[in-house]
């Protein structure tokens, strides 16, 4: 099958797709750094909030910090090996990667339903809005990479479009990145 | 992107995860400005060995940089414009009650009970004795 023209030129020197992911990163730069910023600015402003900032479990935001980058480490070892032409090895890696993303959704299940059966909901206070609109909206971004991902491996299993590792790797660390910010913005700030 | 070679990425995540760990037990110093640069001196670092080792920005074209550069500019832009007011809540001739009562009341130890008490009309609580022009949280009033 014959492939549209925007897919094979570079205009630029960067392959249309790769172009295509840092202009999406470029985006979700805005939107998480606004929400960040604007948590920031907030937090300042209210020292109070570091009574509510407290009750996060630091012990739990720092394992699923090593989950992530251990998904990434996973995720560009994939890369490496889909530029080896080894696709089946890069779909396993993509597998793991997405055995991260799953560890993580599960572990945050468990930190969010302790922290609503406490009593800290997204009404609570303004620490506790920030807190779960941020990582909501983190973990959103985790899931559709993890299924994206999931479409990726399949097609690399067969070593079909190998230079997709790339694009969604690059993604993946996109989302470790905002999560190297959060954890010490939620969780160690106190 | 230019000609590279893969780097060392076992090393690479290694040195993440020893960088994880200073930060976690940073904090335990007690000191504030330990922790702020074991909590956020070393977030930046992880995330720019991430961005150029995992993505590889290291390697790629200018004008991928140029992009990202771009958003972080609208980002500082949008910081220095709104900041100020929210980070201070009075200035030469505005003053925002709303957030200077909310930072006078506190949050408490029992802030999370009591988000789920009922919020009857006939009620009084402490958060209905903050005055009705002070509901708009931001926003500031103007003498």
Known sequence: MSKPLATTRSATGIPTGRLAVWWVLASEVVIFGGLLASYLMHRVGHPEWADAAAATNTWIGAFNTFVLLTSSFTAVLAHKAAEHGDGKRAARLLMYTIGGAATFIGVKSFEW???ISHGYTITSNGFWSFYYTAAGLHALHVIAGAIIMGFVARDA????????VELIGIYWHFVDVVWIFLFPLLYIAK | MTEYTHPNYRKIYVTLLFLLAVSVAGPFLGIKWVTLITAFGIAVVKANMVIQNFMHLKWEKRIAKYVLAVSLLLMALFWGGVAPD??????????????MAA???????AHAESSTESHDPAVTTEHDAVPAEAAGEEAPSVP
């Open chain 1, 157 to 164: 299993a067969r070593n079909r479009e190998l230079h997709r």
């Open chain 1, 113 to 115: 339903a302790t922290e």
């Open chain 2, 103 to 109: 930072t006078a009341r506190g949050i408490g130890p």
């Open chain 2, 86 to 99: 929210v980070m201070k809540h009075a200035g030469l001739r505005w003053t925002n009650d709303a957030a």
